[in-house]
């Protein structure tokens, strides 16, 4: 319901709310005093699996139970998500507080007083406080005037490396590469050696991601970049220390170069520069490609979404150019997207009561698990682990998971940790272990200086994508590539290469 069309009934809820008793007070613990009636209601537009039913959801119950809050959701279509999301605003169409991301749109909002300032109400919720780091506030902070303008969806720090198939190097007689110059021969074996022994040529050596946007540059694609200190993630030095788009730093046609020469010998997926989503972990779990690039996080959780035995993979570190280098992880604090409060609203203190409550530990258990002893029946915060038969996982795939959780980290751990059996979460974390083992840590900032490129200069930056994905599949030159970054690119890009690494030096990034 548009919040303009409210306001008759929102004086008389407010009326009837006075009349009995204070509602509203903020606790540590993220309860409300409630008085005879005792319910707020607090309209959301939230994204969701479609299996979740939230109109008849027993976590959704419970919330009411406790907190004296009733969330009345929307949940459109996940691929229509950001279009809706984009038109409500756009219309004036607002529920009280959404998700999204602090993209472009978040700045243009924000500026516009579209959604509230949060800057000085947030160190009355002393949990939003302890569980989202000063590094996340970074997120929902606003590059125009450095106010708050939203509650970050915090995550647990990621680390990109990659997944092989141990069966195939045992049948080519090889060892998980470390090098650049191992991967490529490993890719040549998985390629050209019938490794699945099918007697067929239909195996590749590894693919990659793509992002729609941005070409080839992709997380997926990390654990080969990163040899090259190139990173999907900002906040990369390169190897001379310094901070740079990755056109510009000194390995960038170096790296180009390398992804020609296995595109070329044909030892890669060719299909990878048209990947939409993750198309090419389908690929590696249908056994059609040796190698794909994978979260070091959630590595066991794919294993078991696609059926597949965890003994027979192996997830590795990131590669280097030679053998003495440290593989390097990027780790940005991480959040996933965030809530957003319409600034015309009355209900932003309790929005906050709730987002406050929902980073306890109650709140993330019951947000993620659902009910103990009827979504679950056990859950381990110690060693993130839950004991849940698989009746009870289909029931909780309907009332809460990861989608509809408001915090996905809880003292920065993910909810699980690992496989869903002791037996897998015990492989998981020797093979994790061991794989990073040596590899160096960059913790960057929230990097914001580069949100704005693709709406201020969107053809520079589709002809610069187009020419790198041009030159990797042999459709034009290096020397049509770097004739346009040297003579074009560079002179549209210079004021925000400058804010970048005016921002870098105020934020720097630590390396252990």
Known sequence: MNIKKKKTLALILSAMLLSTSLIGCNKDDGKKEEGKDGVVEIEMVHMLNPEIDVKNNAVLDKIEEELGIRL?????????????????????????????????????????????????????????????????????????????YGVPRCNAYDYWGFMINKEWLNKVGMEAPKTVDEFIEVCRAFTNEDPDGNGKNDTYGASFGTDIEGGFWSLFNDFFSTAYNISQHTGMPDKNGEFNMKQYTPEYYDYLDAMKKLYEENIIDREFITHKS????????????????????????????????????????????????????????????????????????????????????????????GIQGQHYESYDIENRS????????????????????????????????????????????????????????????????????????????????????????????????????????????????KDYQEFMKENPVTIE
């Open 72 to 148: 009345v959701i929307e949940a459109p279509p996940v691929n229509d998500f950001w279009t809706r999301t984009q038109v409500m605003v756009a219309t004036g169409d607002m529920p009280d507080f959404f998700l999204n991301g602090t993209d472009v749109n978040f700045e243009k909002w924000s500026k516009e007083g579209l959604i509230a300032d949060i800057t000085d109400d947030i160190e009355k919720y002393p949990n939003l406080m302890k569980n989202i780091t000063k590094e996340q506030w970074g997120d929902t902070t606003a590059m125009h005037d450095g106010k708050i």
């Open 278 to 369: 993750e198309e090419q972990v389908e690929k590696f779990a249908q056994g059609r490609v040796g190698i794909v690039g994978m979260s070091g996080k959630r590595y066991m959780t794919e294993l078991e979404k696609y059926g597949l035995d965890p003994t027979k993979y192996e997830y590795c570190s990131p590669l280097v150019q030679k053998e003495g280098d440290d593989p390097k992880y990027v780790m940005p604090p991480s959040n996933w997207c965030a809530f957003l409060i319409n600034s015309e609203t009355d209900k932003k203190d309790d929005i906050l009561r709730f987002l406050d409550w929902a980073n306890t530990e109650e709140g993330f258990v019951l947000t993620h698990l």
């Open 386 to 497: 839950v004991v849940q038969t698989e009746e009870q996982k289909l029931e909780q795939q309907k009332v809460a998971g990861d989608m509809f959780g408001f915090a996905n980290a809880f003292d920065g751990r993910s909810l699980i940790e690992g496989g869903s059996t002791p037996e897998s979460t015990k492989i998981w974390k020797e093979n994790t272990e061991k794989a990073n083992e040596g590899v160096k840590n960059i913790y960057t900032p929230f990097v914001k200086c580069f949100f704005s490129m693709a709406n201020e200069i969107p053809d520079e930056m589709k002809n610069v994508s187009m020419l790198e994905v041009r030159y990797i599949t042999g459709e034009s030159s290096k020397e049509e590539l770097k004739d346009y970054i040297d003579n074009e690119f560079k002179e549209k890009t210079e004021k925000y290469t």
